[in-house]
């Protein structure tokens, strides 16, 4: 079965510090890969997502990810957090069957930017 | 674009009454319905996907006559919680897409589920 696993759980940084939050999957075949994110009180977001292609893919506000294949890995980076970055982070995988879509989740980690 | 909203936010109620929560998509025509299911600190949980029109498709071990899922029109997807008890107690969340296979999904706010 497909699973996605965050061994983050809870991240605290100071601002200006940098990010890397770590996302690994377990299925070795064709997925597509994300990360979301959950301002508190508000809704999931899709920060960025990677089909295929260049394995470093640039998503909003500053966040990038890289695939690494080998690794089976998505990590989420950005150089420098804000104050306003405080929030839920979730990565997924998107299994591709050819059957209608289907999102695996992470744990999530919650990520505290401290000023 | 590419709203969703869920109503109600929050919801309690007594054990063995029935609860629905409404998804819709406010700009946007979406075939593909989908019901998550968050316990605290956990990870977001498929529950079903429902497409427009048809029946919905449930997650090995949801319980398919106690999560009542209808998908009546391209807005508007609906989940009734059948005489619930406090172990359905729990976030509900929505998602929706404008057509089925991969396409980006576009997620309610959740709706908070308590019963007493």
């Known amino acids: 079965a497909q699973s996605v696993s965050q061994h983050n759980h809870h991240v605290i940084l100071s601002e200006a510090a940098s990010l890397e939050l770590g996302c690994n999957y377990s299925?070795?075949?064709?997925?597509?890969l994300f990360w979301y994110v959950q301002y508190p009180g508000q809704h999931l977001q899709l920060l960025l997502k990677?089909?295929?292609?260049?394995?470093l893919v640039k998503g909003i506000k500053g966040f990038e990810a890289e695939f690494i294949k080998s690794k089976f890995s998505f990590n989420l980076r950005k150089p420098s957090v804000q104050w306003s970055d405080t929030a839920e982070y979730f990565c997924?995988?998107?299994?591709?069957?050819?059957?209608?879509?289907?999102?695996?989740f992470g744990t999530g980690t919650r990520l505290q930017v401290t000023l | 674009g590419a709203v969703v909203s869920q109503h109600p936010s929050r919801v309690i109620c007594k054990s063995g009454t029935s609860v629905k929560i409404e998804c819709r998509s406010l700009?946007?025509?979406?075939?593909?319905m989908f019901w998550y299911r968050q316990f605290p600190k956990q990870s977001l949980m498929l529950m079903a996907t429902?497409?427009?029109?048809?029946?919905?498709?449930?997650e090995q071990g949801v319980e398919k006559d106690k999560f009542l899922i209808n998908h009546a029109s391209l807005t508007l997807s609906t989940l009734t919680v059948a005489s619930a008890h406090p172990e359905d107690s729990s976030f509900y969340i929505c998602?929706?897409?404008?057509?089925?296979?991969?396409?980006?999904?576009?997620f309610g706010p959740g709706t908070r589920l308590t019963v007493l």
């Open positions: 998602s929706a897409s404008r057509t089925s296979g991969y396409n980006e999904q576009f």
């Open positions: 299925y070795g075949g064709t997925v597509n």
């Open positions: 990677y089909f295929s292609g260049d394995p």
């Open positions: 997924a995988s998107h299994l591709l069957t050819g059957t209608a879509s289907k999102l695996t």
């Open positions: 700009d946007f025509q979406a075939t593909t």
């Open positions: 429902s497409n427009e029109g048809s029946k919905a498709t449930y």
